[in-house]
């Protein structure tokens, strides 16, 4: 396919991904005040929320729906992105491709869940502990689901590194001897990410840096998984 083709193709799916997003979108803001109450009950129950204009009360409806629309359409957009590839993939390798939509939907799930049932409860009580009797929270409804929302985006984005690893490792591009060998600079990189992608709190980042060296570990196994029996199906020389 010539590169324009390539090009035009590209908009065509970045176009039909965001028109899912704003599908989802509609359909999530006719519950936002539902999903904007289950993200609430994360924090402390007591916990105060307040806003300070008067659009604001609205714009966090909206940005709660555009939100949940994009984890709504997920798998859609993610077999979009799979699709756009696909013809430049071998045979093997488009088989591949339903299984790994498939697992990059769940992992983003298994992310979500695990940031929103463990990660953000204990963080807010860790970092609201600091309260005493001069010193109050009084935290936006903005800055609040602002502090949610990312790290729910985050651990969900994250935890898609097991099956990147497999993909890699099952075209060839990655192997467990370069991770292992690469582990210390790793693990450098982890902190530096989880610096730029968390709130600005050194215990966030932690929380965050703490699972992306797990799944770093993780990968390592994928990878170790795939590649070994790749090479048990090689003729022996």
Request: glycine share 8%.
């Amino acid at each position: 396919m010539p590169f324009l083709d390539h090009l035009e193709e590209l908009r065509w799916t970045i176009l039909r991904s965001l028109l899912g997003i704003l599908i989802g979108a509609i359909i999530c803001y006719i519950f936002s005040r539902q999903i904007v109450t289950f993200l609430r009950g994360l924090g402390p129950k007591d916990l105060k929320l307040i806003f300070l204009s008067p659009t604001e009360g609205f714009m966090i409806y909206l940005k709660v729906a555009m939100f949940s629309g994009f984890v709504l359409a997920l798998p859609y957009v993610s077999w979009e992105f799979w699709r756009f590839i696909l013809p430049g993939l071998l045979d093997k390798e488009k088989k591949l491709v339903p299984p790994i939509v498939l697992f990059t939907v769940l992992c983003f799930a298994v992310g979500a869940v695990f940031a929103a049932t463990v990660i953000i409860p204990f963080g807010l009580n860790f970092l609201l502990g600091f309260q005493t009797d001069f010193l109050e929270a009084n935290i936006t409804i903005g800055k609040y689901l602002g502090f949610v929302v990312t790290l729910i985006l985050v651990f969900g984005t994250v935890f898609e590194l097991p099956v990147l690893a497999y993909f890699l490792s099952k075209v060839g591009i990655l192997t467990p001897e370069f991770l292992r060998s690469k582990r210390r600079y790793g693990i450098v990189i982890i902190f530096i990410v989880a610096a730029v992608l968390t709130p600005p709190d050194v215990f966030t980042q932690l929380l965050l840096a703490g699972p992306l060296i797990l799944l770093y570990e993780i990968s390592i196994f994928v990878s170790s998984a795939v590649v070994k029996k790749q090479r048990s199906k090689e003729p022996a020389g």
